[in-house]
């Protein structure tokens, strides 16, 4: 008592033991969340980076293909893979974080790098189960490697080769044609409906451009074969 009579201001503040008790159980409930928050987060910044090197190398790899140099795609997709699993790695205990968005686009992206070289080369397609991905990832990336062989078409009809344009065109038609028949909401694909709408439109783009393609072709043949009859009319005569 100070010479007041009144309480000393320690007294005065002293938590109660109820109080006491609920700090006590704060802490042991909140310190474990916090811990595992905290894991979390590094884990987070952790996947992060390897996400974007192998969005990077997933990119560099597609360029790759274009230019034929198909031993460097497959070196730059590895190393795009490589990265894929330090983040799957990272987030494996954490479900919730990895599926925010960032490893699902990293991983489509990296599908998308594979599965551009195997359309281009006609190898086997390997499923989500062969790259380590989820399904819906493998989905989306197919859908646009697909939209990439435009790309690669235009590219070989500049070459002349047209029969080769026209093939890589009827396969980009196959793709659309068994990816549309997922038919699901997009909190269930991801937004694949959004990406097909994008690979209709680059159909459509594309088939017009070989259609271009066939028709100059054949008025070049048509008047070629026209000049030489006539030339040879002429000689004879």
Not at 14 to 32: M, N, T
Not at 95 to 120: C, I, S
Not at 195 to 222: I, K, P
């Amino acid at each position: 008592m100070t010479e007041s009579g009144s309480p000393s201001s320690a007294a005065r503040t002293a938590p109660s033991p109820a109080r006491v008790a609920l700090r006590a159980q704060l802490s042991a409930i909140v310190d474990p969340v916090r811990a595992d928050l905290d894991a979390a987060h590094k884990a987070r910044e952790q996947a992060l980076p390897a996400c974007r090197r192998a969005i990077r190398a997933s990119g560099s790899s597609i360029r790759a293909v274009h230019r034929l140099e198909l031993g460097l795609a497959a070196e730059l997709a590895d190393e795009a893979e490589a990265a894929i699993r330090e983040a799957q790695q990272a987030l494996q205990p954490f479900p919730a974080v990895a599926y925010a968005g960032f490893l699902t686009d990293a991983e489509k992206e990296y599908v998308e790098a594979r599965l551009v070289a195997e359309l281009v080369t006609g190898r086997p397609l390997r499923s989500p189960g062969d790259l380590g991905v989820d399904p819906v990832s493998w989905m989306r990336g197919l859908a646009e490697a697909a939209s990439e062989l435009r790309r690669h078409l235009l590219d070989r009809l500049r070459e002349g080769e047209l029969e080769r344009g026209e093939e890589l065109l009827a396969i980009m038609d196959d793709v659309y044609d068994a990816l549309v028949l997922v038919d699901y909401p997009d909190a269930i694909t991801g937004g694949l409906r959004r990406t097909m709408d994008a690979l209709r439109a680059v159909l459509e783009r594309t088939r017009g451009d070989v259609t271009t393609t066939v028709l100059q072709a054949r008025l070049q043949r048509s008047i070629e074969s026209r000049a030489g009859r006539e030339g040879a009319a002429t000689g004879w005569e």
